[in-house]
């Protein structure tokens, strides 16, 4: 049975570009800027200094407060300098720059070969936390976190998402078709951490390769493959959860607190990864693709290498571009820089052409309600952006639920009138919370 | 242009990236598409003038526009077509031949008292076009009853017409024998005096053959009524583009339905069904429903809300009509529920998801 949310948007999904094309290995970069900030929360600290040699593997920096992810070497080589890089999310931040050295050495003491089977949840935490994995749908929060929660918050369903939703990319598909063992074996742990009995793997209708490979793989298993109506944004993880549960997060909360864990399909690969193998999340499938790409690919990327490397090697560009976007259209950033990096979080890179970019004035609000129709957490975007441009951010707050928008995009999406409903609202959310912070440092 | 932290740049940094490419002026110029036909077939029918009116209504409200925005120093947005629209729009609502010049001050009045002033397209309360016609209707009150085409030489295209078989006979019949002022000017003002001797007015309507003047030629109506078919294609052309939702005409049209088919069974009419009819098809009710209360401007925000506006419309209408005085009910009604869309936005406020129905 089709899965179906109300709202959301059918942008052109683009993937053919890209869908058939079997994941790429990468001509190993020649210097690596790898940032030590890969995480939400506190950036961790790097350990190694300028002049080190270091291994394919080895821990280069390490969290900061316990809570944060570590980072590991992505290659061999020697550290050259610790110094400011383009980030591709938070402008110049510091990253350990490493020159390969052209072997791809291993660290000792990686590379085990070790059944998920025998160890306990408390131990493969301990495993994911050091090999530094985090959500790899776009959000990269810390996933040893989110498997630890809190003692009064009973999970009993693990959903994963490979919905990929967004427009153009195609690595979370590339992942389930080329490595289905492995991400089915990572549902595997990750249930067992949570102690859950049912597992869902909720993938759209386009694509039904991944759905019938997914669903041979899970026979036998307590996991049940669950077909989603081709939908932007059906993989947010409330929208995955009210259509394969049917129940909705209540407004505040996370998914723990109906019961559910949501983790992404190359986060479950990295899992799987680390807790057999020992292997750090050191490297991530990237779908760089776009109109102005000359040869789009699916390509496994070391994390911190650059972007200009990326698109050499898919041939370089034709025609004009408008923008490159890490992540996809609908939610990823425009970039400043080509120099910024693959991290942990760089589910793929979109070029988008130059007459694609809509420069167009925006215009006063009509009251279409089209932003009304499209919105899957059923807010009134309109009032929120007008209210946002009249500096009425409390208001918005208090009466239309401006914290409940989840930032999907798909108002600006559908807007005749061209208003970034988004940006308003994450500007009102901005401006609140400088507020409260006043507040709070004001009452001290 | 690749992107380069040194390239003054005027991209948006921020997501969404991509768009669905609708944008307001298209919606703005398919309402004033959709009205072309109804309004050609119009100045076909009652001549010179009523072209003229149409042409002169669009100009004025255009230039209206620019002059307010020249002299306040605000940007010129009559591009966007929508000054053009309330022109078309109030056209629409006006007598075939009423003078110009009042034509043109309805058209003023109505872009910059009614939309300019109330900060500009979007975030005007009251439908602009149905309030330069409230303006002109209490000013010129005369004018605004009398200056049907029924008798003039607007007639000869509709016997030209009606000669090539185009339209029936009993159409140009209803047009050219009814006399200015008394009778059938409009079925509308007609109905609750007809109600106290129904039979006259059954074999009054019968006997006319209304229906295929209403339908195929005209009733003398407004310059927007002059084929009621022509308005309701226009009328689902907007629902197939898109620019307007089922919610409002249809909520409209059926408690006007509702309203006049209980009233008329429970006051004893031999066919409150054919009423009923008379009812929706006269009167500028149509036009009314697809073009004026539809207005997303001047219209609640959700499908709820538009229901209940067109609900109040549609109930408003028949009261207006059935113990009031004036003609064209339908656009007093939707004045009057302009006023409470406020009001039901904030009662129709959709349950925020994970917040009003707890989780199952």
Redesign the interface.
Known sequence: MLRRIKGG?H?HDEKKSTDDKKIAVLPLPKKLFVPVHQHIGQPSVPVVKAGDEVKKGQLIAESADGRGTPVHSPTSGKVTEIGNYPHPLYGKSPCVVIESDGLDQWQEGLLTDRSWEVLSAAEMIDIIFKNGIVGMGGAAFPTHIKLSPPKDKKIDTLIVNAAECE?YLTSDYRTMIEYADDVIKGTQIVMKILGVQKGFIGIENNKPKAISLMKEKCKGKKIEVVELETKYPQGAE?MMI?AIL??????G?LPMD?GCAVQNVGSLKAVADAVEKNIPLIERVVTVTGRTVKNPVNVMAKVGTPFTELFDFCGGFRG??????M?G??????????DAVVVKATSGIVS?A?N?????EE????????C?DVC?????P??LSILSEKGQHQTAQTD??LM?CV?C?CC???????R?I??YI?QSKAKNAMLRNAIKTGSK | MTPDSSAETKINLYAPHIMSGDSTGRIIWTVAAAMLPALAYSSFIHGINTLLLILVCAASAVAAEILFQLVTGRRITAADGSAAVTGLVLAMTLPPLLPLWMAAAGSCFAVIAAKQLFGGLGRNLFNPALAGRALLFVIWSGSMRTAWNVTSEGNIPAEKLTSYGIIPQQALDVITSTPPGEGMYNAATVIPWFTESFTAFYDFMIGQNILKALFAGNSGGLTGEAAVILVLAGGVFLLWRGVITWHIPFSFLISLSFASYFFYSFTGSVSPGFITFIHIISGSVIPAAFFMAADPVTSPLTGRGMVIFGTGCGIFTFIIRSAGFYPEAAFWAILLMNAAVPLIDRITKPPVFGLNRSSK
């Open positions: 948007v942008p427009p409330k009210k049917d129940k909705e997060v209540p407004s909360k109906v004009a571009n408008g923008k490159i976007i992540g259209p609908m939610m990823g950033m425009a970039q400043v820089s080509l988008i130059d694609e970019v809509d420069l167009k215009l006063a609000c009509i009251r279409c309600g089209r009304i899957t957490m059923r807010l009134l309109n009032v239309y639920n409940d930032e995009g600006y999406y559908v807007c005749p009138s061209r970034n988004v940006h994450r």
